[in-house]
């Protein structure tokens, strides 16, 4: 069961992670066209403030697709690599909760303001922020979720599996389970 949430966890980010690459190749095309247009004498205007909403969005978003770093755990046992990756994965969690808990206000009183950018678009920044804000959000119940099947791989003595899981891919495929 922890696996197949995992999967579908999986496959959902995939699908972000490919929504974020199409924003980010939108964003190329109107920078592209942005300069062909000034050459020709005319703008569509509001470039910079566009992109740097887009790349905002991005970063947030695109988090929950990366996994945990690696560090010191090719010149360790299995119990010892999961181990660091299961520390990696607890701080990670804990660090994107509290940013996301931190993110609300920052959205909230742009609501409550009316706030706009102060640029050519003036665009209402609950607009850019509330996408932002649900990124951290994704990426923090990403973390949750993964913490919490991890969780309950190490408590059946699944290691592989959790090794699989939250430590690089070519790791596990280079070595056979070996009991705990």
């Keep these: 069961m922890a696996l197949r949430i995992l999967d579908f966890l ?3 980010n995939r699908g972000i992670a490919l929504a974020i690459g199409l924003g980010l190749l939108a964003c190329v095309v109107y920078v592209l066209l942005e300069i062909t247009l000034r050459r020709l004498g005319t ?13 905002a969005v991005a970063t947030a978003w695109g988090m929950g697709f990366a996994p945990p770093i690696e560090i010191l755990r090719t010149r360790l046992a299995r119990s010892g690599r999961v181990m660091l990756d299961l520390v990696a994965l607890l701080a990670m969690t804990g ?8 993110a609300w206000p920052v959205l909230e009183r742009s609501i409550v ?11 209402p920044l609950w607009i850019p922020q509330s996408l932002w804000f649900a990124g951290w959000v994704w990426f923090a119940l990403m973390s949750c979720a993964l913490t919490l099947i991890v969780l309950v791989l190490l408590l059946q003595g699944r290691f592989g599996e ?4 939250i430590g690089p891919g070519n790791q596990v495929e280079a070595e056979p389970e070996q009991p705990a």
């Design 10 to 12: 999986r496959r959902l």
């Design 95 to 102: 660090t994107v909760c509290l940013i996301a808990l931190r």
């Design 162 to 165: 959790v090794e699989a899981s």
């Design 113 to 123: 303001n009316n706030a706009r950018a102060n640029t050519v678009l003036e665009t």
């Design 43 to 55: 703008s569509l205007g509001g470039t910079t403030e566009i992109t740097g909403y887009v790349m």
